[in-house]
Nanobody, 122 residues
Framework: QVQLVESGGGLVQPGGSLRLSCAAS????????MAWYRQAPGKERDFVAALFSEGRVTNYDGSVKGRFTISGDYTKNIIYLEMNKLESDDTAVYYCTAGRLPPGWDYGLDYWGDGTLVTVSA
């Protein structure tokens, strides 16, 4: 059974940085894609960033481009999300998702973690 476990969330001040990690277990195959989504209080879950094509290609939502960086090791099914210049609007539960490469990023991938909370507040 595939499991994704996120870590690294916490409380950070506006303008600060945080690094999230996601590690997968329960499979010996590499996922076609891994990605981060987030869900702010009272809002729907939204796409943040993705890593695919054996880790060679990235995609970002416009709201985080230039501030967040996704990276990872596709052979180990691990991804990271380096978040800089954090803003209060970045406060959300951040979810890791992995699986087959989707045609679009609206709905996520096959497997999901339970999420890690990031709170940006002074």
């Amino acid at each position: 059974q595939v499991q994704l476990v996120e870590s690294g969330g916490g409380l950070v001040q506006p303008g600060g940085s945080l690094r999230l990690s996601c590690a997968a277990s329960g499979t010996s195959s590499s996922f076609e894609a891994m990605a981060w989504y987030r869900q702010a209080p009272g809002k729907e879950r939204d796409f943040v960033a993705a890593l695919f094509s054996e880790g060679r290609v990235t995609n970002y939502d416009g709201s985080v481009k230039g501030r967040f960086t996704i990276s990872g090791d596709y052979t180990k099914n691990i991804i990271y999300l380096e978040m800089n210049k954090l803003e209060s609007d970045d406060t959300a539960v951040y979810y890791c998702t992995a699986g087959r490469l989707p045609p679009g990023w609206d709905y996520g991938l096959d497997y999901w973690g339970d999420g890690t909370l990031v709170t940006v507040s002074a």
